[in-house]
């Protein structure tokens, strides 16, 4: 008779059990402890990524975090829902509204995209030359890609009406790029919103906030920090999620966690905890935990 595997106290994931999911431990250390004690097989999507650096799985879920972002700043830049009253497109005779986007990846562009398509006047930041380069070439003229460091960020951060946060460092916790000294130079009513909530956030006044409870102030900010902003979208999300997931959860479903890792280095650099290991390195430095090799159940 074999014994069959019981949940652990930990909750209902079991040992030896495949837990193939989003997971952003870097930015949980309760959920991370959790994880090494059930002895379970966590394989992140945010870290799934190919060879030449890209992150599959998190794009269906960026390109509708991104576009909500655009979204939800336009709604909350509204007086009655906090904001300073200005309509992101403006009008004839009336200037449009100032979107500062930092970051110019997948959530970027797409949040970059939503605010030029409303008419404002839309600047995104990123350290990356050759992605400004291609932003420039792609990005519709009220578009100005522009080399970010602390001097610009904090000059455009003063003039902005929405502030985008968009930042991502596969893996690990975020930067905090918009101080709470650049908050205070801020236009009282203008409204931040920070994408990169779920990995810690890159503004020093985020907190997670719900879809129920979705927005506090900080110094006349309004800040939007819904940690799950694709959930409000959830036919869109679920779709775009699953044509990405599915199928390398068939291919560790019928190969098995092991081999699936083996013969797919997409699957294997998808690994953040084995049987009580951390085996994905920032999660481990995020802690000061031991890191494991993930070759070393291999």
Not at 50 to 66: I, Q
Not at 153 to 174: P, R, T
Not at 225 to 251: F, H, K, W
Request: with cysteine; charged share 20%.
């Amino acid at each position: 008779h074999v014994k069959e595997p019981q949940p652990s106290e930990y909750g209902m994931i079991r040992e030896n059990q495949i837990v193939f999911t989003y997971l952003h431990l870097a930015a949980d250390e309760q959920q991370t402890m959790a994880l090494i004690k059930s002895n379970s097989i966590d394989i992140a999507y945010e870290t799934i990524e190919r060879d030449n650096g890209s992150l599959p799985l998190l794009v269906p879920m960026s390109e509708v975090a991104g576009r909500m972002a655009t979204q939800e700043a336009a709604k909350y830049l509204e007086m009655p829902q906090g904001g300073m009253g200005i309509l992101l497109g403006g009008v004839t005779g009336v200037e449009p509204g100032t979107v500062v986007v930092i970051g110019g990846g997948i959530v970027g562009i797409n949040a970059a995209k939503m605010a030029c398509g409303l008419g404002a006047k839309v600047y995104i930041l990123d350290t990356n030359l050759a992605r400004l380069a291609y932003l420039d070439d792609v990005m519709p003229a009220n578009c100005f890609p522009v080399m970010s460091n602390p001097a610009i960020l904090a000059d455009l951060v003063a003039k902005a009406d929405a502030v985008i946060g968009a930042v991502l460092v596969a893996g690990a916790k975020a930067p905090k790029l918009l101080t709470r000294e650049m908050l205070k130079t801020m236009k009282k009513g203008a409204v931040i919103v920070d994408v990169a909530i779920d990995q810690g956030g890159c503004f020093e006044t985020s907190k997670a906030t719900t879809h129920a409870d979705p927005t506090y102030e900080v110094d006349g900010i309004v800040h939007y920090c819904v940690a799950n902003m694709p959930g409000a979208v959830a036919r869109t999300s679920t779709r775009a999620l699953t044509n990405a997931t599915l199928p390398y959860a068939i291919e560790i479903a019928n190969k098995g966690w092991k081999k699936a890792m083996q013969e797919n280095r997409e699957i294997k650099r998808g690994a953040n905890v084995v049987r009580g290991k951390v085996t994905y390195k920032a999660v481990a430095d995020a802690f000061g935990l031991d890191y494991t090799p993930i070759e070393t159940f291999l």
